[in-house]
């Protein structure tokens, strides 16, 4: 088991915490890691690009001269591509650029994110996310103590109270906010700092093993 240090929230050191080393001691697979990002980058494309082909154009009905006699090439319609104003060919249309990665890849690239962020020192865990009100200046103090001045994720369990927290520190900059449950590759490499709760940490460990 590999242990990483955790704090309370406004600053305070405890007792180590015990994580498992099958999901935060492994050695990163960048490949994989690669693989997830391409993946979720992927999912956020729109997809809605679209042109007119010649069918779509408007106009372009009548024949521009007759068949034959003007010397000139036969042409049926000026909404042919070759036309300027003309419909296009084999232009973009809409699609879903979607796709998916097996569950066992997927799993392998979260194992190796949480992994990444451990062996760089990037990890802590907190005892909770729990305050008594709602306040953003003791948030920030909060952070300050935790040494977190950079791009911060803090992830928790759906299930533990973080509703004062959450709202405290919801217009703090480069700070986000994850429930274990909604973890995805992407955003735990985005962040300088990953911060998890201990019931995080724990259903982390239970469920990506």
């Not at 679209?50 to 106009?59: I, P, Q």
């Not at 760089?120 to 865990?125: D, E, F, L, Y």
């Not at 003791?138 to 004062?164: Q, W």
Request: proline share 3%.
């Amino acid at each position: 088991m590999s242990k990483l240090n955790m704090y309370s929230l406004d600053g305070t050191q405890l007792t180590d915490f015990e994580v498992s080393d099958a999901v935060f001691g492994i050695e990163p697979n960048k490949q994989v890691l690669h693989d997830a990002v391409v993946m979720q980058q992927a999912s956020l494309r729109q997809g809605s690009h679209k042109v007119k082909n010649r069918s779509e154009v408007r106009g372009g009905g009548r024949k521009p001269w007759k068949q034959k006699g003007t010397g000139r090439a036969r042409q049926g319609s000026t909404r042919s591509p070759q036309w300027r104003g003309g419909g296009v060919v084999f232009g973009p249309t809409p699609r879903s650029y979607k796709y998916n990665l097996n569950r066992k890849v997927r799993k392998l690239a979260l194992r190796s994110a949480l992994s990444d962020k451990v062996l760089n020192g990037k990890a802590i865990v907190l005892e909770n996310f729990v305050m008594e009100s709602v306040k953003t200046q003791d948030f920030i103090k909060n952070m300050e103590a935790l040494n977190l001045n950079t791009k911060t994720l803090f992830v928790i369990s759906a299930n533990e109270s973080y509703e004062n927290a959450y709202l405290s520190m919801r217009n703090i900059p480069k700070t986000d906010i994850l429930s274990v449950e909604g973890l995805n590759v992407f955003d735990i490499l985005n962040a300088d700092n990953l911060v998890m709760t201990q019931e995080a940490a724990k259903l982390a460990g239970e469920v990506l093993e």
